[in-house]
């Protein structure tokens, strides 16, 4: 039985659809990966796939969701960001007809091991910078090589990641170093992200692979989603379920870390950690109640929080609430909580209902 709890995440399929549109703009002769791992980014992918139609492929990490992409889909290209760990998941990207990232030499070994027909387009990954994954740009025309040469593998684009694309540093001393990486190899590139492509264009990279702006929110600090034109497609809502009346001095919620400067009205907001409203929101952080944006005040516990509702006398018991979406960009909440929209949107958890609509 579905509770009847009033907090729930909307899921709003057409402006998935829009904020597409722009990226599509945006890219130029780039073809475009939609960038769906973790589940959609907490959306789930079930729930946006049917507003992805307009994309060229489609990018996740885990096995379960390409998967359940190419269930929807036979023919559109779907990538494996991480690629494989093992002979028997090479096999299934095969039996998926999936593209793959190698990013490491023990991947070209399993593709030298694993004595499939199928040919993978493969995605070579270089480390210019971001030092997570990726293979030494010295170590480039070497790994090229032994991938040309492998019949599991029918062709190759370079690929890296941008580490600082939303910082005044920006890109070029990443190209710089794939540049060097590449040395007199002329192959498609793949490198742009979210913030690369909002900031610097694609610059006729053959691939391009937009995350978070897909789901309506800005990887940059000071450029806000709506300056770009786009709409976000979670927004987390609920209602107030309880009013306190307090008077100076008086505290709120758990270690009274609010204390009230003068009498106010309190509104309790049916959401908390548990529902994935981040417990390290301070005091001050905004939130919508009935269209207006009031102020949380005292500690984020598991199942509510509280919000001054003094200046909004109209509110009370059933009024309205968005916690992050149409109206507040998750990304301002995030900052006040010392986060990123990024990890808001992907940790929504299990018992807040979601709704669809188109």
């Not at 729930?47 to 994309?55: E, G």
Request: net charge neutral; charged share 20%.
């Amino acid at each position: 039985m579905m509770s009847s709890r009033p907090i729930q995440a909307i899921i709003n399929r057409e402006a998935m659809r829009h904020n597409v549109s722009i990226i599509q703009k945006l890219s130029g002769k780039s073809k475009v990966f939609g960038v769906v791992k973790a589940d959609g980014y907490g959306h789930g992918l079930s729930r946006i796939y049917p507003a992805l139609a307009q994309l060229d492929g489609l990018a996740v990490i885990e096995m379960d969701a390409a998967a359940y992409l190419r269930e929807q889909d036979p023919c559109r290209p779907i990538l494996l960001l991480e690629g494989v760990f093992s002979l028997k998941e090479l096999r299934h990207a095969a039996d998926l007809k999936l593209d793959l990232v190698v990013h490491n030499i023990e991947q070209i070994t399993l593709l030298e091991k694993c004595g499939l027909a199928h040919s993978f387009h493969v995605f070579l990954k270089i480390n210019t910078g971001m030092n997570r994954l990726g293979i030494a740009v010295d170590q480039t025309i070497q790994c090229y090589e032994a991938l040309c040469r492998l019949p599991a593998v029918e062709r190759v684009t370079a690929m890296t990641h941008y580490a600082e694309a939303d910082t005044a540093r920006g890109v070029d001393w990443q190209n710089e170093k794939l540049l060097e990486a590449l040395g007199p190899l002329s192959i498609p590139v793949s490198s742009s992200n979210s913030a690369a492509l909002i900031r610097f264009g694609t610059d006729k990279e053959s691939w391009i692979r937009p995350g978070i702006v897909l789901y309506g929110a800005s990887p940059i600090t000071d450029v806000p989603a709506s300056s770009l034109g786009l709409r976000p497609v979670m927004t987390l809502t609920s209602k107030i379920i309880g009013v306190q009346e307090l008077n100076t001095g008086d505290r709120v919620g758990y270690g009274g870390t609010f204390t009230a400067g003068r009498n106010m009205k309190v509104g309790i907001v049916a959401g908390g950690y548990g529902d994935g409203y981040p417990r390290s929101t301070p005091n001050g952080s905004p939130v919508m109640v009935d269209g207006i944006r009031v102020s949380t005040v005292g500690r984020v516990s598991m199942d509510t929080f509280a919000v001054d509702l003094t200046d909004v006398p109209a509110a009370g018991i059933g009024s309205s609430v968005v916690l992050w979406g149409e109206g507040l960009p998750v990304e301002e909440v995030a900052q006040q909580a010392g986060t990123i929209g990024y990890e808001l949107l992907t940790r929504v958890t299990a018992r807040v209902p979601f709704v669809c609509s188109d």
